[in-house]
């Protein structure tokens, strides 16, 4: 089963507005990393963030995690069109050396 | 990306026939990774290798071989093709291990089709 679920599946915004997608997942975690997939490419990393931190950010993205509820979020600010993506949450937990995806976040930004 | 290629990019199969996709990447990364993709489940490893001849086996295993003889070459092989393994295989290295923080790269992915 998935190890991190994101909600909404999909989110329709217009541009220069924000987006927020949520993460959620079951066990304990390393880190949390959000990914980015554009139509038919394959998935860029965005910004990672470990279990001992609370707040990341990086250019117009900002990342919370709450590990007391097992959830992360992602807000983009500022969105543009070329922000129309998926967008994944990925757990890294324990010692094994993977990664588990979530199911994605749809986002279109339309002008 | 990354210097990750895969091969085919797309290939269309029968039912019963072994496949092989190919990763291959100039990064030297110890960390090598197939995924598939399929609508509503995301990304879900099927195996992955943490060395040459380093092996083990993800969520979706089933029906699905690996090799690593080289450090830049990670072959994924379907071994009698069926139409329930019709998706987008995707590849990804890593420098390290996701319990030690760092980030996956991703290749450009293969569609493979099984009639």
């Known amino acids: 089963s998935q190890q991190g679920e994101e909600d909404p599946q999909a989110l329709s915004i217009q541009e220069g507005e924000n987006a927020t997608m949520n993460c959620s997942y079951k066990?304990?975690?390393?880190?949390l990393q959000w990914y980015r997939q554009n139509s038919g490419r394959g998935l860029v990393h965005l910004i990672l963030i470990r279990s001992n931190e609370r707040e990341k950010h990086s250019g117009r993205l900002r990342v919370t995690l709450d590990t007391s509820k097992k959830s992360s979020s992602l807000l983009i600010t500022a969105s543009r069109a070329a922000d129309t993506a998926s967008y994944f949450c990925a757990t890294g937990t324990g010692t094994a050396s993977k990664l588990t995806f979530g199911t994605g976040t749809r986002l279109q930004v339309t002008l | 990306d990354a210097g990750i290629t895969q091969s085919p990019r797309h290939k269309v199969t029968e039912t019963g026939t072994p496949v092989t996709l190919r990763c291959h990447q100039t990064e030297n990364h110890r960390y090598m990774y197939w995924y598939r993709q399929d609508p509503g489940h995301g990304l879900r490893l099927i195996h992955y290798?943490?060395?040459?001849?380093?092996?083990d086996k993800g969520e979706v295993s089933d029906g699905y071989s690996v090799s690593r003889s080289k450090t830049e070459d990670f072959l994924l092989t379907l071994e009698s093709a069926t139409s329930s393994q019709t998706s987008v295989y995707f590849c990804?290295?890593?420098?390290?291990?996701?319990?030690?923080?760092?980030?996956?790269?991703f290749g450009p992915g293969t569609r493979l089709t099984v009639l």
């Open positions: 290798s943490y060395g040459v001849k380093d092996t």
């Open positions: 990804a290295i890593s420098s390290m291990g996701p319990r030690d923080g760092n980030e996956q790269f």
């Open positions: 066990t304990s975690i390393n880190n």
